[in-house]
């Protein structure tokens, strides 16, 4: 028989929640208003948007450049792709899936690199990031570029983050498909998802970037939030395998820079988020144990160091938001 004093402290507990979760609340606003340079901010926790606020920037249903994030959106393609058959597996090669975009001066064992070389950073060529990056986006090719950079460490060694990497694997995606990456996003996510994804820069040859300057809404970024936290489906529906998500999630790398691990595209932080990372603060972010997907735009012309605003993203993410879960 259920007790008097056990309705009593039932009927205490469920005023005290959302007592709570206006603390929580308080607590998160408290700690965005100390940052700046943070333009839009939205978590929704299960079914329910919890937080949706622009304090700064043009708004939730303005394009954002995701900067980064891009690389993210890449690898979920390929998944995408391997799905279809397009390819055996990651393991395929260079000299396998796209012999034509290789350069005569590109070096002795590019052709070796693999897929899955590509999608983890560990492609072993040196890096067109950083302070290459400019020199890389003002040569006549990009892709020849990128696969004439010297070899500094073996395919599949430590990750050595480089746009240039995703680039090539995005030109192998177009080289397979017959498909421009606008295509192939249109075609996997932005109808599945209902998303616009607009067209965005293109290297000398025509081959959309991969890997960088992708323009979304915050909203759409939210959306692909809720697809990594629900193992690849939405809405109901399966729009990446399972079997992607799963293998995207697990760490292949570490990045020397921010201490997290790295998988298919994805930052994966200790405190179990998935994430998206563009220049300046763009974040995709997932924590599938806590229910959360949250999207976060940020000035795109100021860096977001991995000791700096990164570090106080993380935090938030770690801190305020996550206590939502």
């Known amino acids: 028989m259920i007790s008097r004093r056990r309705i009593f ?143 500094v460490d073996q395919p599949g060694g430590r990750m050595l983050y480089s746009t240039g990497s995703t680039h090539i694997l995005g030109a192998v995606l177009t080289e397979a498909t017959r498909l421009s990456l606008l295509e192939l996003a249109r075609v996997h996510l932005g109808g599945p998802l209902g998303i616009e994804i607009p067209p965005w820069t293109r290297d000398p040859q025509g081959y959309y970037l991969g890997g960088n300057e992708m323009a979304l809404h915050p909203t759409a970024m939210l959306k692909l939030a809720v697809l990594m936290r629900d193992g690849g489906r939405f809405d109901g529906r399966q729009v990446v395998l399972h079997d992607w998500i799963k293998a995207s999630t697990e760490p292949r790398a570490h990045s020397p820079w921010s201490g997290l691990s790295y998988g298919y595209g994805w930052f994966l932080s200790p405190s179990g988020y998935v994430l998206g990372r563009g220049y300046g603060g763009q974040v995709i972010a997932a924590q599938p144990e806590r229910g959360l997907a949250v999207a976060i735009t940020s000035d795109p012309t100021r860096p977001a160091r991995s000791g700096g605003y990164f570090g106080d993203l993380m935090r938030l993410l770690e801190g305020p938001i996550l206590a939502l879960g």
Not at 25 to 34: H, N
Not at 106 to 120: H, K, M
């Open 9 to 151: 402290m039932s009927a205490v507990a469920a005023a005290a929640v959302p007592r709570v979760v206006h603390a929580q609340k308080a607590e998160l606003q408290m700690a965005i208003d100390g940052l700046p340079q943070l333009h839009s901010l939205q978590i929704q926790r299960h079914d329910e948007l919890v937080f949706a606020e622009a304090p700064r920037g043009p708004g939730l249903e303005r394009l954002a450049n995701i900067k980064s994030c891009s690389k993210s959106i890449v690898a979920l393609l390929l998944g995408a792709e391997l799905d279809r058959g397009t390819f055996a597996s990651v393991e395929v090669t260079l000299g396998d899936a796209a012999p034509g975009i290789l350069p005569p001066s590109a070096a002795p064992g590019v052709a070796g690199i693999s897929l899955e070389d590509l999608v983890t950073l560990r492609a072993g060529l040196g890096r067109t990031s950083g302070p290459n990056y400019g020199e890389w986006v003002s040569s006549s090719n990009w892709l020849a570029y990128a696969l004439s950079r010297p070899m």
